[in-house]
């Protein structure tokens, strides 16, 4: 599956801001689907995962109640809503799928990535 996400940009802190990424392909609805970030100098972070057919999301501790993923299989899409943002949300978000089991918030179990979108909080 081919992913392209969008929607980043700058944003002040406390504002809001929405990803979305677009799957290619079919069978888009078998797919977990992940958004991971990276800011500079760090290491790939999880921040929310969803399952193919929806159901219970997973986040991040340190998004939890500020972010909220969610899937369209109709659009085969994707999207992070983030809000109250913080300057330490800025990094490059990708989205990423996968199959199979494991552990959902390990990005190294991801078999496809999209390109990447920036998101910069400013005070």
């Known amino acids: ?25 079919r069978a888009f609805s078998s797919y ?4 991971f970030r990276q800011a500079p100098g760090k290491e ?22 500020r972010f909220a993923i969610s899937r369209d299989n109709a659009k085969n899409t994707v999207s992070l ?15 990423g799928a996968r199959t199979g089991s494991g552990n959902i918030k390990e990005w190294i179990a991801y078999d496809s990535w999209g390109q990447g979108t920036l998101v910069t909080v400013s005070s």
Do not use: H
């Open 44 to 65: 790939r972070e999880f921040v929310a995962a969803i399952y193919g057919s929806g159901g219970i999301p997973y986040y991040g501790d340190s998004v939890k109640g």
């Open 1 to 25: 599956v081919q992913l392209q996400a969008f929607g980043g940009g700058l944003v002040q802190a406390g504002g809001s801001l929405r990803l979305s990424c677009t799957a290619s392909g």
């Open 32 to 35: 977990i689907m992940g958004w």
């Open 81 to 95: 809503q983030m809000n109250s943002l913080k300057l330490e949300d800025t990094a490059v978000y990708y989205c």
